[in-house]
């Protein structure tokens, strides 16, 4: 058996929060030690760095991952933009084991060793029943490819292995990330945790996105730097697509790439190109997010695309997304055999933003559906793979990690 906790708490410091929180997720073990602790923290606290210490002294010794969050941390019916969020895992049926490894674009080969250490753990794990693997992995916002680091991660954990995970934010402020590893928040390295469990994690991302715009050729790329499509300035073209589906991009060119991801990501339209399968059998479109445009009017994007891949500008209204929010948590639960004891929620900072006052609905309909606790955060960029899955690293997305009771 698993057994979830879950805790949030909006105290006026991350030192009061993070007790508060952690107290509220072990009351909900009933007795039992957990093995894992993953928590999400607002870097806007003075005191960010106490977070993981404190809960250390509620918890034990339980290994303790997660980061800073992307502006919203949540648990059961608490939501808010400043604050800590604890989930704790316990139980005879899941064991974890945590490496971390040094972040070095563009291949992000140290995540290979670390997670063929993991992958070792789960050989072991099996002899002993745990036969079902997910790999969590954090790594902080900065030079991240999330193409190459879950393509890295991947290489080491092996075909048979789950992923999920994200990139950690920063409140929007987009220079603050960190991950947590044991009682220290770092910015210099991301945690691969293995994840071992004698019944399989249901594992779901969805986004409700849709294309609204031209189906376009990337011309002219440069890693995740985005140049040209079409033969035009990509910058140009994508807000002329935007405006064209009705958007109003802002004057200032300091406020565009946050307000394209928020309202007008781009897709990757390619058939050839993965989607990510939902109930009915359609298919999402793969988004990829702006974090920031240079002097030159180049597009810095959460993941490369390569010259040739065909792309075309996404939106979505509330009711979208909400949608999307619930078959996510359907698919997952299914998939976790029906029957969930909690779920992680990592939720992209742009459905905040999207949803606004009103994104509170989102985890409220993803615990009414999983009929389950939950517990979060908001994220800079989604990592989520099933067994048979291609892709691994989304935008705009909720990703649902569903652990079987």
């Known amino acids: 058996m698993i057994t979830f906790g879950s805790g949030m708490s909006a105290a006026a410091t991350a030192t009061i929060a993070a007790r508060d929180a952690a107290t509220e997720a072990l009351r909900m073990l009933r007795g039992e030690r957990p093995k894992l602790a993953i928590v999400f923290v607002s870097a806007s606290y003075p005191d960010v760095h106490q977070a993981a210490r404190t809960v250390r002294a509620v918890v034990g010794d ?204 781009l897709g990757l339209a390619d058939d050839s190109v993965p989607r990510i399968a939902i109930a009915d059998d359609k298919r999402e479109l793969v988004a990829r997010t702006p974090f920031a445009i240079r002097e030159d009017r180049a597009i810095q994007l959460s993941a490369a695309i390569s010259e040739g891949a065909r792309v075309r500008v996404l939106h979505a209204t509330r009711e979208d997304l909400l949608r999307a929010s619930r078959e996510a948590a359907a698919t997952a639960a299914e998939r976790a055999g029906g029957s969930v004891a909690g779920a992680l929620v990592l939720a992209c900072a742009g459905r905040l933003a999207a949803l606004g006052d009103t994104f509170a609905e989102e985890p409220a309909a993803m615990r009414a559906e999983l009929d389950a606790p939950i517990g979060g955060a908001c994220v800079f960029g989604e990592i989520a793979r099933n067994v048979r899955d291609v892709d691994a690293f989304f935008n705009m997305t909720s990703v649902v990690v569903a652990f079987p009771k």
């Not at 971390?100 to 060793?113: M, N, Q, R, S, Y």
């Not at 794990?125 to 490819?145: E, Q, T």
């Not at 999330?146 to 075909?159: D, F, I, P, Q």
């Open 62 to 265: 339980a290994q303790i991952i997660g980061g800073t969050s992307g502006a919203c941390v949540f648990a059961g019916e608490h939501v808010g933009p400043l604050g800590v969020s604890v989930v704790l895992l316990a139980g005879a049926d899941i064991e974890v084991e945590s490496h971390t490894a040094p972040i070095e674009p563009p291949t992000f080969f140290p995540a290979v060793p670390a997670a063929e250490k993991v992958a070792k753990a789960a050989g072991r794990a099996a002899l002993a029943g745990l036969s079902h693997f997910v790999c969590l992995v954090f790594a902080p916002l900065g030079l991240i490819d999330g193409e190459a680091l879950t393509a890295a991660v991947r290489k080491g954990a092996g075909a048979h292995a789950q992923l999920a995970g994200a990139i950690t934010g920063d409140d929007l402020t987009m220079d603050r990330a960190k991950v947590l590893f044991g009682d220290e928040l770092r910015d210099d390295c991301l945690v691969v945790t293995g994840l071992f469990t004698r019944r399989p994690i249901g594992i779901a991302a969805r986004h409700g996105w849709a294309g609204v715009g031209r189906v376009r050729t990337v011309t002219r790329s440069d890693g995740p730097y985005l140049l040209e499509l079409d033969g035009q300035p990509a910058l140009d073209v994508w807000l002329d697509d935007a405006r064209a589906a009705g958007g109003t991009p802002p004057a200032a060119i300091s406020e565009v790439a946050l307000y394209l991801g928020n309202h007008y990501s």
